[in-house]
């Protein structure tokens, strides 16, 4: 019930917000959010906190009727902040430390095994600068490889219009789902970088 009515208080926020402080730039591939289903990985690239924040709002954008079951995976640092770590608990999103090795991970393999939606940004941290682009780490590869999920890749970027003014333009490009046939843990890495260049490549990088 909590989820129910933190998810819809949430897009309607957010729905405010995008009307008043953001503009359209490049939106590509909504369409492929419609109907959305698990089990499912989005990976995504990583501008801000709000990245995935924004990726569900789009996704409950698309798909109004109901709820969608979204889990994101977040820094376990903003699990401690009093409220915050509460919202981010009743949002159902996973708190991840780095440094803890892959197999922090195994919860979201369970989930992706009940069919649920996942959210991961195979860098890891943020890149602030638009066109800076790190190394993938081996999460998402341990994701795919245990869960034999499908890989959505996402885009995002925004950048703000004007110096005074909180207004934003915001780029968000969805590509296709993509299967990958992992076989063993050597391999985490080369395909996490093949993940992350996916996501890139929607914009042509």
């Given at each position: ?10 897009f ?48 409950a954008?698309?798909?109004?009727r ?5 889990r994101?995976?977040t ?21 991840v ?19 649920k ?40 970027n ?25 076989k ?22």
């Open positions: 019930m909590a989820y129910n009515i933190l998810y819809w208080l949430t309607w926020k957010y729905n405010t917000i995008m009307r008043l402080f953001v503009r359209i730039g490049n939106i590509q591939g909504l369409d492929n959010l419609l109907n959305i289903n698990g089990p499912l990985i989005l990976a995504s690239n990583h501008r801000g906190r709000l990245d995935g924040i924004w990726i569900w709002y789009y996704i954008k698309m798909n109004r109901y709820p969608v079951d979204i994101i995976v820094g376990e640092i903003f699990f401690k902040i009093p409220i915050l770590g509460w919202y981010l608990r009743q949002m159902r999103c996973f708190p430390e780095q440094g803890r090795g892959v197999e922090v991970l195994n919860p979201m393999v369970e989930v992706l095994s009940q069919g939606i996942v959210t991961i940004f195979p860098e890891g941290k943020m890149q602030k600068q638009p066109h800076h682009r790190s190394n993938a780490k081996r999460g998402v590869g341990y994701l795919v490889w245990k869960s034999k999920a499908p890989v959505l890749p996402i885009y995002i925004y950048i703000k219009r004007y110096k005074y003014l909180p207004i934003w333009e915001m780029t968000l490009i969805i590509g296709k789902p993509h299967i990958y046939n992992i063993s843990e050597n391999e985490l890495k080369e395909y996490a970088d093949k993940i992350l260049d996916s996501v890139y490549q929607l914009v042509g990088k």
